[in-house]
């Protein structure tokens, strides 16, 4: 009797279920219809806007190509790009109207770019028009803990609409990364969509991370000591990887910075027909102007590393691999040592991570051999590289490293790790002969630091001459070339 009144309680549960599935689906259907409209409208009045604000005095529509950029006043590669890519359009399109998104809003549009000639030696033609985004903090990663990677793709989305509010542009470059903004211009505003891709949001390395449970600075230790989050983590970077896979393939036209950069991009957007390698712009020609000779060791050698203070760049490990090879070298008698830390902060966060990179060398009792130069002119950066005899990078799967070409044009022997761009694009054989040295762990950049020291002076002459001869093929010229041949579609 009690088997049959619970087969019945779940007939009549089941039955119930069912009799709200179709009016459910209605319902859903109609909500759809409804947000379909409402974007449809939005979109329509963005367009009568966009009119409004887009001809010229001579009563012509001026083309409005805007980049996302939120962080456009930071020193680093990506920033390089943005300030060469407007160029180079500025010299092909000069009639466009050229705007950026930027939430640097403690600086004035005058100083971002007398700060771009400091920096990078780049001075645009023409006007740009900066639009002052207020909600950055939207996709700083200290506002999620937890999640960091959703929350700054939906923080992005925010920021995107805010931006999307103030100018509405024709032609709409995420050169930031921000992917999630792309359906948002394209299908609401109305806009031909470019990106180009420095490093993925997410990539299958980042699974591996997860899956082998590694710790990382991304993969917390509490998380990879634990099987049942591991696997939680996983299905969650999984199901982010199929959504950010589908924002990706929104855009019409994609760049991306290395090899690397490339394979990854190709299995998660899938958009082989629209996505190039342009690989970014390096200043090779300014620093071929150091005249390449044999350093002088009198006073000691001088380690230098190009870098932004963030998390991934792993400063950590310069500094402890330094370290290291200071305590083998001691019992030595050899020329002094010194590491210079160049880099950009972008804010708190970064100097805070500075500060604690300060108190590492204390704690390493080093401190008196390392230095930390923080958003430096571009004339300071470029004397540190001539005196320098290595150049140090230490980031688990770089994108590209502009900082590592800079270092190999200037004439420094560069030491990178052995994975990413460097490993595939960058310090690879020139004509048979090596062009710098990789490593992983601190024992490895030790070792190769203490290898480097040790060649002849004439066998780090012939280093340093064949990875100047490697890279004329990252110049800004060839960039130039490259980049405008992949926007031609979104501009004709």
């Known amino acids: ?219 917390a230790a509490f998380i990879s000591r634990n099987a049942l989050l591991t696997k939680a983590k996983l299905i969650y970077y999984c199901l982010f990887a199929s959504i950010y896979g589908l924002v990706g393939s929104c855009s019409d036209v994609v760049m991306v910075n290395s090899s690397w950069t490339l394979n990854h991009i190709l299995s998660l957007w899938k958009v082989g027909h629209c996505t190039n390698i342009v690989y970014p712009p390096c200043d090779v020609q300014t620093f071929l102007d150091i005249p390449l000779h044999e350093k002088r060791v009198t006073s000691g050698h001088l380690l230098v590393s190009i870098a932004q203070f963030r998390p991934e760049k792993n400063h950590a490990l310069q500094i402890k691999a330094f370290a290291k090879l200071l305590k083998e070298k001691a019992a030595e008698s050899h020329p002094s040592l010194k590491l210079v830390l160049i880099g950009g902060c972008r804010n708190k966060d970064d100097e805070l991570r500075v500060n604690q990179l300060r108190k590492l060398s204390e704690n390493l009792g080093v401190q008196e051999n390392v230095e930390f130069k923080i958003n430096i002119s571009f004339d300071e950066l470029k004397n540190y590289l001539s005196e320098a005899t290595i150049g140090l990078h230490t980031m688990w799967n770089e994108h590209f490293g502009i900082g590592v070409v800079e270092c190999m044009a200037a004439g420094t022997i560069i030491l990178a790790h052995n994975s990413g761009g460097p490993k595939l694009d960058i310090v690879i054989p020139h004509e048979g002969q090596i062009t710098g040295f990789l490593a992983e762990s601190e024992e490895d950049y030790a070792e190769a630091m203490a290898h480097i020291l040790s060649l002849s002076a004439e066998k780090r002459l012939q280093i340093r001459k064949t990875a100047r001869a490697s890279v004329s093929r990252f110049s800004d010229q060839e960039f130039e070339v490259s980049f405008l041949s992949s926007v031609e579609k979104l501009l004709t």
């Open 1 to 219: 009797m009690a088997a049959d009144t619970g087969s019945w309680s779940l007939y009549t549960l089941l039955r119930f279920f069912y009799s709200l599935f179709f009016p459910g689906l209605i319902i859903c259907g109609v909500l759809c219809v409804c947000l379909v409209l409402v974007l449809w409208m939005i979109r329509r009045h963005l367009q009568r806007k966009k009119k409004s604000v887009s001809t010229s005095k001579h009563g012509k529509e001026q083309t409005v190509v805007a980049f996302f950029h939120p962080y456009c006043n930071a020193g680093g590669g990506g920033e390089r790009v943005l300030w060469c890519a407007l160029k180079a359009l500025q010299k092909k399109y000069p009639e466009a109207v050229y705007v950026v998104y930027t939430g640097d809003t403690n600086v004035s549009g005058q100083q971002i770019l007398e700060g771009a000639f400091r920096r990078f030696n780049i001075k645009l033609v023409h006007p740009v028009q900066f639009v002052f985004l207020r909600k950055r903090y939207l996709v700083e990663d200290s506002q999620y803990p937890h999640f960091t990677l959703l929350g700054q793709s939906l923080g992005s989305i925010l920021l995107g609409w805010e931006a999307l509010m103030q100018r509405v542009p024709d032609v709409y470059i995420d050169s930031m990364g921000y992917a999630f903004t792309l359906p948002l211009f394209k299908y609401v505003g109305g806009c031909r969509v470019g990106s180009y891709v420095h490093y993925p949001t997410i990539s299958t390395d980042m699974l591996s991370v997860v899956k082998n449970q590694n710790t990382g600075f991304n993969n």
